[in-house]
């Protein structure tokens, strides 16, 4: 009954609606829109050096500023997406822009030209996960749904690299690409299956005009959102700066084969998908503020206990801490974030932003640990003083006021 209940609120359907329908069409919908990005990242630096011959320079430039077209695409569509109150046609849009992405990269006679259509049409693709989420939040889903619509997403990420790097390597780039036109086109037929859903159990009226991106800023505490930003933002940079070094601190630091480093991830990224389904469960039953408590008390100690590892099977056993501590960061994030931002698409735009963010700042931590003697540890090292420090801040933050703090208030729900 709660699955039923949870996919006729995802297609804001009523009584009557074409419930089983909406219960595939959502799944299949975040499947496909996660699997793109997670099959177009791990191959775009090929593509840019085997299709158009750049040098080591010009795919570091044409990467950021694909990433920075990419940052700017998951702020302003979500805002007109809020403002419209509308987030399914902004997402057959987005995979329209998917399609059209595709087709100019095979027919791109340079890499500056490959590069404009990554910077104009490969920041929107990049949109359409934020997107459904905004909707499952507009149209009422039960927080539960959202974090198991999250574990579909970690899936495709498990599965996408591997599917991405054996169609290249099997055939080629171009194949690659042919792939990603797939991916594009099954995008954009399910959202206007998703439309045509609404459309059948809906009012026909159109909705009234939402509230934009900056007014609904101005609605939130501005003490309360930053607090929270901050939070996620070092909680994403412990995290990728971990993952970035994983390879040299199994090699280097452990002074095991590399291989080691390919395992610990797989099993992470693997575990990590019953960890959410897990969090999905006691989303609804736990505080907020005991489920990001948990957390980062994981993370901790795992950071804290891999920092001095004294072998590769120490490492891997540690794995699970890690999939606990990052399940509640994407699965317990986003409706946090949800609950403390009102418009639904700027919310879900600003936690996609908070990994966009960290991963920056994760290479400051990579750099600061670097002047340690034994760098790799080090870095595990910073990222477990990071994460406590989250923890302990929210503690003092919420004993120094005499009241719950942003994370505990978003317990609570909007006001």
């Given at each position: 009954m709660e699955e039923a209940a949870d996919a006729g609120a995802a297609g804001g359907v009523g009584p009557g609606a074409p419930v089983r329908r909406d219960a595939i069409l959502w799944p299949v919908s975040a499947w496909f829109w996660a699997l793109?990005?997670?099959?177009?990242?791990?191959?775009?630096?090929?593509?840019?050096v085997t299709l158009y011959g750049a040098s080591d320079a010009e795919t570091g430039l044409a990467l950021a500023a694909y990433n920075v077209g990419g940052f700017v695409a998951s702020l302003l569509i979500p805002g007109a997406a809020d403002r419209r109150r509308d987030y399914l046609r902004p997402l057959v849009l987005c995979g329209a822009s998917g399609v059209a992405l595709v087709a100019a990269l095979v027919l791109a006679?340079?890499?500056?030209?490959?590069?404009?259509?990554?910077?104009?049409?490969?920041?929107?693709?990049?949109?359409?996960?934020?997107?459904?989420?905004?909707?499952?939040?507009?149209?009422?889903?039960?927080?539960?749904?959202v974090v198991r619509t999250r574990a579909i997403v970690s899936f495709a990420w498990v599965i996408g690299p591997l599917l991405a790097t054996a169609v290249a390597g099997a055939g080629s780039p171009r194949a690659a690409l042919a792939?990603?036109?797939?991916?594009?086109?099954?995008?954009?037929?399910?959202?206007?299956?998703?439309?045509?859903?609404?459309?059948?159990?809906?009012?026909?009226?159109?909705?009234?005009?939402?509230?934009?991106?900056?007014?609904?800023?101005?609605?939130?505490?501005?003490?309360?959102?930053?607090?929270?930003?901050?939070?996620?933002?070092?909680?994403?940079?412990?995290?990728?700066?971990?993952?970035?070094?994983?390879g040299l601190y199994v090699s280097r630091s452990l002074h095991a084969p590399i291989l080691w480093a390919g395992i610990a991830l797989g099993l992470a990224a693997l575990l990590e998908i019953p960890a959410l389904l897990l969090v999905g469960r006691l989303v609804g039953r736990w505080p907020t503020r005991a489920l990001v408590t948990a957390g980062c008390a994981a993370g901790a100690v795992y950071y804290g206990l891999a920092a001095v590892a004294p072998g590769p099977v120490v490492f891997l056993a540690l794995q699970p801490l890690n999939a606990v501590f990052f399940a509640v960061v994407a699965g317990v994030g986003l409706p946090l974030f949800q609950d403390v931002f009102p418009a639904p698409g700027l919310a879900s735009g600003l936690f996609t932003n908070t990994r966009r963010i960290g991963a920056v700042l994760s290479g400051a931590l990579i750099t600061a640990a670097a002047l340690a003697p034994d760098a790799y540890r080090s870095v595990y090292a910073a990222a477990g003083a990071?994460?406590?420090?989250?923890?302990?801040?929210?503690?003092?933050?919420?004993?120094?006021?005499?009241?719950?703090?942003?994370?505990?208030?978003?317990?609570?729900g909007p006001r």
């Open positions: 793109q990005f997670a099959v177009l990242n791990p191959i775009l630096a090929v593509l840019l006679p340079t890499l500056p030209l490959a590069v404009v259509a990554l910077v104009l049409l490969g920041g929107p693709p990049g949109v359409g996960s934020t997107l459904l989420f905004a909707q499952l939040r507009h149209s009422g889903a039960a927080r539960a749904r792939l990603l036109a797939a991916i594009a086109v099954v995008n954009v037929v399910t959202g206007l299956l998703l439309i045509r859903s609404r459309r059948r159990a809906s009012d026909p009226q159109p909705a009234a005009p939402g509230t934009s991106g900056l007014a609904a800023l101005r609605q939130v505490r501005l003490g309360r959102a930053l607090v929270v930003l901050a939070a996620f933002v070092a909680l994403q940079a412990t995290n990728i700066a971990t993952v970035t070094i994983t990071a994460t406590l420090l989250v923890l302990v801040g929210a503690a003092v933050r919420r004993s120094g006021t005499g009241r719950a703090g942003p994370l505990q208030e978003a317990a609570r």
